[in-house]
Structures are given as C-alpha cells and as structure tokens.
C-alpha cells in the first residue's frame, strides 16, 4: 500500500507547478487527501487538505496561491501551486486520512494515516 508523488522540480519565484499523488490499488477507502510540507530545519507543517466529499482546507500562507483538488475514481490528489515564493521551497509530502486498504493476503486493514515518499519544490531565482 502506498501514496506516489510525483510533480516537484525547481522554479523561479513567480512560476508554477502541479503536484499529484496517487493511492495505490490496494486502497479503497479514505477520509481525506493532502499535503504537508517541511522546509529546512523547519517542522512539517499543513499545506492543504481535501475530504473525499470534496471540503478543502489551506494553510494561510498558500490560500489565494494553491488549489487542491481530488479524482476519487483515480485515487488521485492534486495541488495547483501558482505564484510560488522562494518560501515555498520544501519538501511535499502527501498523505491519507483514515485509510481502508487490502493487505497482500487480502485482509482488510485500517490505518490512521498513510504518507507517500516526499518531492522537492525548490523556488528560487
């Protein structure tokens, strides 16, 4: 079971970029999709967040910049990042809430969270 994340790469302050994160087959049911973020020697913090009824939630430093959105049908979370900062250099990571997945015997497991392998966003001039 696992979250893939793809889409980070280096920018000029300004510019954009779209993150995605795919669940992986074995899941099959989630509460909420999202990401966080950690900057050097800084705590991961909350960027942004996406119910599977579709509510969202942001941080206040990416509201107005950054857009989440979800296809349930794929299992796939994005985030739209425009007008990225050099403060914005971190590395994403993407998670699921409240996670019901198949183990490879084919037990049904849930799991508070799951976290996918982090991206790096690095905003600079």
């Known amino acids: 079971v696992q979250l893939q994340a793809s889409g980070g790469g280096s920018v000029q302050p300004g510019g954009s970029l779209r993150l995605s994160c795919a669940a992986s087959?074995?899941?099959?049911?989630?509460?909420?999709m999202g990401w966080y973020r950690q900057a050097p020697g800084k705590q991961r913090e909350l960027v942004a967040t996406?119910?599977?009824?579709?509510?969202?939630n942001y941080a206040d430093s990416v509201k107005g910049r950054f857009t989440i959105s979800g296809d349930n049908a794929k299992k796939t979370v994005y985030l739209q990042m425009n007008s990225l900062k050099p403060e914005d250099t971190a590395v994403f990571y993407c998670?699921?809430?409240?996670?019901?997945?198949?183990?490879?015997?084919?037990?049904?497991?849930?799991?508070?969270?799951?976290w996918g392998q982090g991206t790096l966003v690095t905003v600079s001039s």
């Open positions: 998670y699921a809430e409240n996670v019901n997945f198949y183990s490879d015997s084919g037990v049904i497991v849930a799991q508070k969270d799951i």
């Open positions: 087959r074995s899941i099959f049911r989630f509460d909420a």
């Open positions: 996406i119910t599977n009824g579709g509510s969202t």
